[in-house]
């Protein structure tokens, strides 16, 4: 089965063409052999065990030949020869076991290099934004390359990368490694036992073959696709599965607020339910398979004594030939069945290709950002902290919903000195403009800013997993540098003194243990600690702080910076700015206005509106009678 057609039987529509399985194999092979620092050593690895087996079939070949002269010495009553064979047998077993242990560890090491290679490049692939490759935006080097796992989330094209990387190259290395070596061995073991049973029995040579090519056609046919389709079916589940319980760690607090344990184990039931219902399947399937399998295999048991019992009766062959035939034919007959007997790992072999393969091509993706259009990046000149210029924005293209355009024809500027409030209705798209400004959405029109200049603040602050150190100077690599001394007064800045006696280098569950309010305060430190920082990008990054603590904030900024946008509903956060964004739309499906405005304009116009609020309530408008029982 085809992975085209796989994936349509699972009712998955491929945005793109899908590989076949063979050029997917060649592809994460040449990956694996073009790592810079461990591609050679796989070649080296892998040209071991090649010249390993070629050592262990020639022993077994030299073994079939000891044993046939064992038997025949038995059946002759030859002492001498007996002992001599016996002997034989023991040099043979001294010379293979190191042979096999050399190339079992040998194999092992091969699987682990090539996981390593492969996981660094899914990881780095997956965790690191893209370069941009075409010279037009080889120039535009501020530009902020769309993070690859971010576009995997907003498009949600593919499911659970984390299991992908983590899990699907584990397994696809290790079935591929084992799977390569018998590959290798039973083509090295046919050239060496054919012409062995080809010399003692034609028919038996000729028929084992067609017997064994039969049994292998019949299997595939049978039950090789729908394998394939319930494997894959169980192990999308599965990470469905665990992705409900990964939620509920992830939001324990909230979900205990609302006591909603019973509601997540439903969820949690229903998927379970899910996935025995795949697995039931694929038991109904392997049972089939399996019986197929077994009569295939206890039916060749009668086929050499068929064959070349005839011979020896007539006299015709020694005795210690019918057993040198029998193991000739049984290797032979292993190794042309080995992809019918490796039905079921070869197609969980195939599901995972083809999962790593649909994962590489969403992240090969070209540098833009899944909303079409521009990407922010630009860099302004004449002092212009951030220029929209004639922006539409849509939001983005994603699997089960159709995209919507945010706002169109926007053009404003923030210049150095100057501070912004976007402000506007709940949903209407101002966390979406930031994240335009940011470069996670792509627009039509131009965004300019000067990347490396700007700290995004979301709304959701981010703790990293570290010591208080790495929080600080998140997202830079290298902490070691930063003085301590350094940190603690701008931990002192931010008021958040009473985290110094914790520790700077104290590892902790921070999203866990510090307060929302707190976790903002953060936020303001990373800025503060930042020096090559001119311009923030927040949205309501201090919702959860009093007035105070505001204040303090705001003043730090204006102190550090050129210049910042802040979204926000809360009419407290005027004072800190110059001027103000104004997005409104009379009904959800009309067009947004935009008003770019001095604060003081903004603020008018706000009490206009409040004024006509009051208008309204006092015509009990907003407010309706209430209805009393
Ligand atoms: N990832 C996304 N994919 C599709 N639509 C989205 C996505 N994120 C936001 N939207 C939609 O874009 C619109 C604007 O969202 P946005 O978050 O910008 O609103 P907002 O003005 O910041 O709202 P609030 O004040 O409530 O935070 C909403 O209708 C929302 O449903």
């Known amino acids: 089965m085809t992975a085209a057609v796989m994936a349509e039987e699972l009712g998955i529509t491929p945005s793109r063409p899908v590989d076949s399985i063979w050029k997917t194999v060649a592809r994460l092979v040449k990956l694996a052999l073009a790592d810079p620092d461990r591609g050679w050593r796989a070649i080296l690895l892998s040209c071991s065990v090649f010249v390993l087996l070629l050592g262990e079939v020639a022993a077994a070949g030299r073994y079939s030949v000891v044993q046939k002269n064992l038997i025949t010495a038995l059946q002759a009553k030859d002492k001498a020869l007996f002992h001599r064979g016996l002997r034989n047998v023991g040099r043979i077993i001294l010379c293979i076991s190191p ?41 535009t080097d501020q ?32 079935s591929g490694v084992s799977f390569a070596q018998d590959v290798v061995r039973t083509s090295l073991s046919i050239l060496t036992f054919a012409p062995v049973l080809y010399s003692i029995s034609p028919a038996a040579c000729i028929g084992g073959i067609a017997y064994a090519v039969t049994g292998t056609v019949v299997s595939a046919r049978s039950f090789g696709r729908l394998l394939g389709v319930y494997q894959l079916r169980s192990l999308q589940r599965e990470a469905h599965l665990r992705y409900t319980l990964i939620r509920v760690r992830e939001h324990a607090e909230s979900i205990a607020f609302f006591e909603g344990g019973a509601a997540e184990f439903s969820k949690f039931h229903g998927g379970f339910r899910n996935l025995l219902e795949a697995l039931y399947q694929s038991v109904l399937v392997a049972t089939g398979y399996s019986m197929l399998n077994r009569t295939f295999h206890w039916a060749t048991f009668a086929v050499i004594p068929m064959l070349v019992g005839p011979a020896y009766l007539d006299g015709r062959v020694e005795f210690g030939v019918i057993s040198q035939a029998t193991m000739a034919f049984n290797i032979i007959l292993e190794a042309l069945t080995l992809a019918m007997h490796r039905l079921e790992s070869l197609s969980d072999l195939r599901v995972r290709l083809q999962r790593l393969a649909q994962l590489d091509d969403a992240l090969s993706l070209p540098p833009v950002s899944p909303t079409t259009g521009a990407m922010a990046g630009t860099i302004p000149t004449d002092g212009v902290l951030l220029r929209f210029e004639a922006v539409t924005l849509r939001t983005p293209q994603h699997k089960d919903v159709r995209p919507k355009v945010l706002f169109e024809d926007l053009s404003f500027e923030v210049l150095g000195g100057q501070s912004l409030l976007i402000s506007g209705a709940s949903g209407i798209g101002k966390s979406s403009l930031l994240r335009a400004a940011a470069g996670l959405w792509g627009v039509a029109g131009s965004i300019q800013l000067q990347r ?31 003085s301590s001394t350094r940190l ?44 090559s ?12 702080c009093d007035p105070e603590n505001e204040l303090l904030l705001y003043q730090l900024l204006q102190q550090h910076l050129r210049g910042y946008v802040s979204v926000g509903h809360r009419p407290s956060l005027q004072q800190f700015h110059t001027h103000a964004l104004w997005l ?17 304009e903004f603020q008018e116009k706000m009490i206009d509106k409040f004024i006509d609020c009051i208008d309204k309530l006092n015509y009990g408008i907003l407010w309706p009678e209430p209805r009393l029982s």
């Open 99 to 139: 042979i096999i242990a050399l190339r079992e560890y040998a194999a092992g090491v091969l699987g682990m290099n090539c996981r390593t290679s492969l996981t660094a490049y899914f990881a780095r692939k997956y965790l690191m934004p893209q370069k941009p490759k075409s010279d037009s935006q080889a120039g």
């Open 143 to 174: 530009q902020a390359a769309p993070c690859p796992y971010y576009a995997l989330t907003l498009t949600g094209e593919i499911d659970n990368p984390d299991q992908r990387i983590c899990q699907d190259v584990g397994h696809l290395v290790t």
């Open 452 to 482: 490396s200049e700007v700290f995004f603040m979301p709304q959701k602050p981010y703790m990293f997993l570290g010591s208080l150190r790495d929080q600080l100077l998140y997202p830079q690599v290298d902490t070691s540098s930063a």
């Open 488 to 531: 603690e007064e701008v931990l002192r800045a931010v008021n958040l003194e009473e985290l110094i006696h914790v520790g700077l280098e104290e590892v902790k569950d921070w999203a866990n243990i510090l307060s929302l309010g707190q976790q903002q305060r953060i936020n303001f430190a990373r800025v503060l600690l930042q020096p």
């Open 533 to 544: 920082i001119r311009f923030a990008l927040m949205d309501e990054c201090t919702s959860a």
């Open 584 to 600: 409104r739309r009379s009904t959800p499906t009309t067009t947004t206005e935009i008003d770019f405005l001095i604060m003081q």
